[in-house]
Structures are given as structure tokens and as C-alpha cells.
């Protein structure tokens, strides 16, 4: 039976934990700042990149414990790290390489890479049901540090990394993990272009090409004031809307997707730099409007 955990060792577990909450922190504070996707995912990238370069740091010369903290660090840990930024950088190449404008060709690029995560699954499918499932029986031997066996398989990226800094299967696990948001960032897109042609094509309207330019999180402020301040109406209850009948309409309307919109809500609710940033903003640029337009009348 392994040994309990000494100090240092919970002091180092401690420190990565800490280290993947400040991630997840820093890649929400990134999310909240720009709306673009490509900006976004490069800006997530260079996170990840720090973040798993202080991870390798400060690995190197650590010894493990014992057994089961070694498999807990490649099974639990590491994958967390490296599935965020195999994610961005996925959302990047998908977001960069997207084609532009034509609705019928953007829905058959999201079904191929949703038909390679599938593929990526099938040639992967007993570690994937091994990890998913919860099983522990084959530990040993996909997350230690032991010598390869072609018997129960290995995932090719392991000859690109240190040894000591690698398992058969951490980085399956990682991509299984990141595939995973990735499916859900491919279905999203694909359910925007059909409620799209739900709601433009009947009506006849044509594609202006406008879209919102300031963050997701400016949005998200925006419209959760005009919610509680009761401007929607909703024709079928005969009631103020709710925020999600708000939220699905703008999703519809202008072929956005605004996520987990409420936990957007609560970060905007607690941010240091001021609660309604966005609603200040829109206030000044309109006063300065108006000035400038008592001055010069033809001004508009």
C-alpha cells in the first residue's frame, strides 16, 4: 500500500491545483475582453503556454511520492492543462480556416471535423471508454512512467515529449477532452447557421454582413439591462420576457452565441474595473453625440 502524502507532497499537488484555477481565471478574464474568436483563442493560447511552462518548471524536479500520486497527476492533472490548449488551438485553425459567407459550405466543413473527432474516437475508443467510464484497473499502465507496450497501445505524441514529463495516455486523455468542446463549439455553430435560415429566409432579409463588435461581456451587460428594465415583451404570455427568451432571440436574431450567459452576468457582477462598463460607455459616446450635435446642427 503507498505511503500517506508527506507535506511537500500536498504543498506541490497545492501549487498545480492553484495553478490550473489561475488558468481558468485568466482564460475567463480573456473571454470576457473580445468577442473575436481568433483573438481570443490566440490570446488563451499564449495562457495555456505559461501555464504549462511553470507546470514543466516546476515538475522537473519533483519526485512523486508514491505510486498513486503519480497516476493522479497524469490521469487528473496534466490532461487539464494540455485539453485548454489543444482547444485554442483547434479554435483557431477552425475559426482562421472557416469558409466565409456561404451557409452551405460552412456546414459541410463543421460535419467533417465533427466526423474526425468521431474517427479521433473510434481509433481511440477503449481508452475513451476506459477514462469516461471512471475505471481504474489499468492505472499502472496508461498513466506511469513506465516503458511502452505495444499491447495496450500509446498515443504517437509521446516521442515529442520528455519522458519524465510523460505517460502512455495522458495526452489521449487531453485530446479526448478537448475534442469534447470542440464538438460542442461545431454543434453551436451548426445550430446558429439553421436558426439563421429559420429566421432570415422566411422573411426575406439579406445579409447586411454587420455583426457585434465589442465583447460577448459587453453584450451580455447590454442586454441584461434592457431586460430589467422591460423593453421586451412577450406577444404568446403576454409578459415582460424572461432573460432567456431575451437570450434566445438575440442568439436567433443576429447568429451569435453567447454561451453560459449568466455566468458571464456573475463575473460582470464582481469585476474589479466597475459593474457596467459597457452601459458608462454607451451613455458617454451618446452625450458627446448630442453636444456635438447642438453645436452643429447637420451633425447626426
Known amino acids: 500500500m503507498d505511503n500517506p502524502a508527506t507535506p511537500t507532497t500536498r504543498l506541490v499537488m497545492e501549487f498545480v491545483t492553484e495553478l490550473y484555477q489561475q488558468l481558468e481565471r485568466e482564460l475567463n478574464e480573456i473571454d470576457l475582453q473580445t468577442n473575436d ?5 490566440k490570446s488563451s493560447f499564449e495562457a495555456c503556454e505559461k ?3 511553470k507546470l514543466k518548471e516546476h515538475m522537473a524536479t519533483y519526485t512523486f ?11 487528473e492533472l496534466k490532461p487539464k492543462f494540455y485539453s485548454k490548449l489543444i482547444y485554442h488551438v483547434r479554435l483557431f485553425e477552425l475559426e482562421s480556416q472557416k469558409p466565409v459567407g456561404i451557409t452551405k459550405s460552412q456546414k459541410k466543413y463543421f460535419n467533417r471535423h465533427l466526423s474526425e473527432i468521431m474517427r479521433y474516437n473510434q481509433d481511440h475508443q477503449n481508452i475513451c471508454k476506459y477514462y469516461r467510464s471512471g475505471a481504474v484497473y489499468m492505472d499502472e499502465l496508461y498513466f506511469r512512467r513506465t516503458k511502452l507496450n505495444l499491447l495496450i497501445g500509446f498515443d504517437l505524441s509521446y516521442f515529442n515529449c520528455n519522458e519524465s514529463f510523460c505517460s502512455c495516455h495522458d495526452h489521449t486523455v487531453a485530446t479526448l ?13 451548426l445550430l446558429k447557421l439553421k436558426n439563421h435560415q429559420r429566421v432570415v429566409a422566411p422573411i426575406g432579409i439579406e445579409d447586411t454582413g454587420i455583426s457585434w463588435a465589442e465583447s460577448k461581456a459587453s453584450f451580455i451587460e447590454l442586454m441584461y ?16 420576457a424572461d432573460m432567456s427568451q431575451v437570450a434566445r432571440f438575440f442568439e436567433m436574431a443576429l447568429g ?4 453560459n450567459y ?12 466597475g459593474r457596467t462598463i459597457f452601459i458608462d460607455k454607451l451613455r458617454e459616446h451618446l452625450i458627446q453625440r448630442m453636444d456635438q450635435a447642438d453645436e452643429n446642427p447637420r451633425y447626426n
Open 37 to 41: 474568436i481568433i483573438e481570443r483563442s
Open 177 to 189: 477532452l478537448a475534442n469534447e468542446k470542440i464538438a460542442d463549439y461545431l454543434n453551436s455553430e
Open 256 to 259: 451569435v452565441d453567447l454561451g
Open 225 to 240: 439591462g434592457l431586460q430589467t428594465l422591460g423593453v421586451f415583451y412577450n406577444t404568446k404570455t403576454k409578459t415582460k
Open 65 to 75: 511520492d508514491n505510486m498513486a500520486e503519480e497516476i493522479y497527476f497524469f490521469k
Open 51 to 53: 501555464a504549462i511552462a
Open 262 to 273: 449568466y455566468r458571464t452576468f456573475q463575473e460582470i457582477r464582481i469585476r474589479k474595473k
